[in-house]
């Protein structure tokens, strides 16, 4: 061979050598940093749904008007929202579409609410009055046409923005203050009229505008609502986007956080002003008319409730530590687990044991956990991130037939810059609740306003069928975090009543191990067991809302006399602790006893005996709590 062939020969040999070396370099650099694939997420949108409950209340709305690509929040049709205030604080509520109403009995409803959808019928006007001659109460939000003459405002002020609230009776002066102090500015709209309506009474005002009021007609009552509730409680509750349904950008950055939608500015976190204005109408206004019945939202009566939720961090077994540890104390949990998991069958098995739900802890395309790679080895250079449906579908195959996947919750709180998308993603997985919705990291408290869970709207206006349970407490880990967790459940025993969600991350004493941390942690089943807070988890929570949601529950006033009057009350309590909520009083008489009617224990044999009643005060307004029996109760209330 030549010395010129050898020298290429070398060259060639140098070439591929060091190509080999610098392809096994990109190679190695792109398995260990591997580029990642999108994929296209399942979505499926809100959907329509009519409930048939044995109840005193039905709620209407319009469907017809529902549009499925509004161009702007304020264009969403936020009907809904009722069923939400009323199921929180009620339980069973009947609602009705549009059609249904026009052939529906009235008669056995004390209450109807004509959401803003459905407050432009005409045609209803013969069959709405006949109601009301009857003695029946009728809620109409921002009526039109001939339903606003039956007993509202002229409306010739028309549609305005506003600022506050400035006044709202028979709230203590605390609750005013906070109340006004909300900026109702793209939360609400409200008509306005040229003139107060003659022998009218007003219960709130914004901007100085009745709000709230109502008149007498014929036998019975019609409360008018000029101002888009729906739309308030939702902003407030599910929080407020921008008007093209995209969130605010406050980290500078691609990612977005469910506490990018709550209520910003100054508001103080630590009342659910949400729940108050709820209250409000139900206990404030409506009581006046008909004494609001309702089942209590807490099992066996507690005050309120500790939702304890854990992130699995990544931990695998490792992470069975913290249940293991409630099961001392009877308490139950959800644990949030990241998939792909590291968790074995004997972990599984463990949390089965202890009775600790798991959960999904998914990734929305912002976290490096839900990826998977290109191929059938793990070391290769493509990787493609899991959907939310594939994240889930990964679980629910290690958890088997026998272990349901009910709840999720995004990890660290990462959203989609789109409002709804995540709750379209969460549907089309199957999951009913989720805990994704948290304060701050750096402000604990009710950042979105409400200490119940509620079901979102999607921007169609329609429900997602799932549970939002919101997170007050992200990161409870420093003993300022124990002292103000404190306050909110002495605050929850006496008068707010709330579901207090709290995240607490089952690696919290590895990478910082801290004494003080473990006592706080400790602490806290304490201090919720010493304010008579039910500890648990999501699964038991939704279980049991979910049977009161089921339940039948009918009242009625026997006729008055000058000693007393008797409020009988008829209900069927699908499962045991459940209690019954009752006014304090009616008009000028007090709370005198609840005592069982007729209660069928077998067919041979029939009970009658006296209970004993719970007096609580729910933001200032006075209440019994009556503990009902699993199947049928049939309850006298007297009042003297």
């Known amino acids: 061979m030549s010395v010129r062939a050898r020298l290429k020969r070398d060259r060639l040999t140098r ?25 296209d997420e399942r979505l499926s949108a809100g959907t329509t749904i009519t409930l048939d409950a044995s109840s005193d209340f039905l709620i209407v709305v319009d469907y017809d008007l529902f549009e499925d690509a509004p161009r702007r929040f304020s264009d969403m049709a936020f009907s809904l929202s009722w069923l939400n205030t009323l199921q929180q604080e009620i339980g069973p509520v009947t609602l009705m579409d549009s059609e249904q109403f026009t052939e529906a009995e009235l008669d056995k409803y004390r209450c109807i609410i004509l959401t803003h959808s459905a407050s432009s019928h005409d045609a209803w006007v013969p069959k709405l009055r006949n109601y009301l001659e009857r003695g029946g109460t009728l809620v109409m939000e921002m009526p039109a046409g001939a339903l606003r003459a039956i007993a509202s405002a002229d409306g010739k002020g028309g549609l305005r923005n506003v600022q506050n609230i400035t006044y709202a009776t028979a709230l203590p002066d605390e609750l005013q203050k906070a109340l006004f102090s909300l900026d109702l500015s793209n939360r609400t709209q409200i008509i306005g009229s040229a003139a107060p309506l003659d022998d009218s009474t007003t219960y709130l005002t914004i901007d100085g505008i009745p709000a709230i009021y109502a008149k007498k ?14 739309m308030l409680l939702t902003s407030l509750q599910q929080g407020r986007p921008l008007d093209d349904f995209s969130l605010r950008d406050f980290h500078d950055s691609p ?27 139900l206990y404030g206004v409506l009581d006046r008319y008909f004494p609001v019945v309702g089942l209590w939202p807490f099992f066996d009566g507690q005050m309120g409730a500790l939702l304890v939720t854990h992130q699995e961090s990544g931990m695998g077994d490792r992470a069975t530590w913290m249940p293991e540890y409630e099961a001392t104390f009877k308490a139950t949990s959800t644990m949030f687990i990241t998939s792909p998991t590291k968790i074995t069958n004997e972990g599984f098995q463990t949390f089965r044991q202890y009775h600790t739900e798991p959960g999904l802890s998914f990734d929305l395309n912002q976290d490096a956990q839900a990826i998977a790679p290109l191929g059938p080895l793990s070391f290769s250079p493509v990787w493609r991130r899991l959907t939310l449906s594939e994240q889930t579908d990964d679980l629910k195959a290690r958890l088997g037939e026998n272990q349901h996947l009910l709840s999720s919750q995004a990890h660290n709180g990462h959203w989609d810059a789109h409002y709804t998308r995540p709750f379209r993603a ?30 979102p709207l999607d921007i169609n206006g329609k429900i997602f069928n799932i549970m939002e349970f919101p997170i007050a407490f992200p990161h409870p880990n420093a003993q300022a975090d124990a002292e103000q967790l404190q306050t909110f459940l002495e605050k929850s025993a006496a008068t707010d009543h709330a579901c207090i969600g709290i995240t607490l991350e089952a690696d919290l004493f590895i990478h910082k191990p801290n004494l003080d941390t473990f006592r706080v942690w400790k602490n806290i089943y304490r201090m919720a067991s010493d304010h008579h807070h039910w500890v648990t988890g999501i699964l038991p929570y939704f279980r049991f809302t979910r049977a009161r949601f089921n339940a039948e529950l009918t009242s009625r006033v026997t006729p008055s006399n000058k000693k007393n009057r008797v409020l009988k009350i008829e209900s069927l309590a699908p499962e045991s602790g ?12 007090k709370f005198v006893e609840a ?34 029996s699993k199947g049928f109760n049939a309850i006298d209330i007297v009042y003297e």
């Open 15 to 39: 070439l591929w050598l060091w190509g080999s070396i610098v392809l096994f370099g990109i190679l190695l650099y792109l398995c260990t940093n591997p580029v990642v694939w999108q994929s």
């Open 217 to 230: 007609y014929a036998t019975g009552h019609v409360i008018t609502v000029e101002f888009n509730y729906g």
């Open 595 to 628: 005592r069982r009617g007729i209660h069928r224990v077998r067919e041979d044999v029939q009970l009658s005996d006296s209970l004993t009643p719970v007096p609580v005060s729910v933001f200032g307004f006075e209440r019994m709590l009556v503990p009902l």
């Open 255 to 281: 990612a977005f956080e469910t506490s990018d939608l709550a209520v910003t500015g100054d508001m103080p976190y630590d009342t659910p002003l949400a729940d108050v204005i709820e209250r409000f109408l």
């Open 578 to 589: 459940m209690t019954v909520m009752v006014p304090a009083s009616l008009g000028e008489m």
């Open 426 to 455: 969460l549907a089309a997985a199957d999951f009913k609740a989720d805990a994704s919705y948290r304060a701050p990291n750096d402000k604990s408290g009710y950042a979105f306003m409400t200490g119940l869970p509620f079901l």
